[in-house]
């Protein structure tokens, strides 16, 4: 078995917050494609919603890396 190794697990978490930011702007994109004109204020909503959270996940992952003194 091989070691713990801290880093490793630090940077996956770091690619995996990334990896669903991506994916929540990419739905936001795709829920308001397809909207018509009677859902399309209930569907920004979500969007809109959708996007405040990647920028969420972005922030903590970017003060994660800054804590352990990673560049970018």
């Known amino acids: 078995m091989a070691p713990y190794d801290s880093a ?3 940077a996956g978490r770091n690619a995996g917050a990334r990896i669903a930011s ?3 702007r990419l739905t936001a994109g795709e829920l308001m494609q397809g909207a018509h004109w009677w859902n399309r ?3 920004g909503a979500m969007a809109h919603a959708l996007i405040a959270h990647a920028e969420e996940l ?3 992952a970017d003060a994660e890396q800054a804590a352990r003194g990673e560049a970018p």
């Open 8 to 10: 490793s697990f630090a």
């Open 22 to 24: 991506c994916v929540a």
């Open 41 to 43: 204020r209930h569907r």
């Open 58 to 60: 972005e922030n903590d």
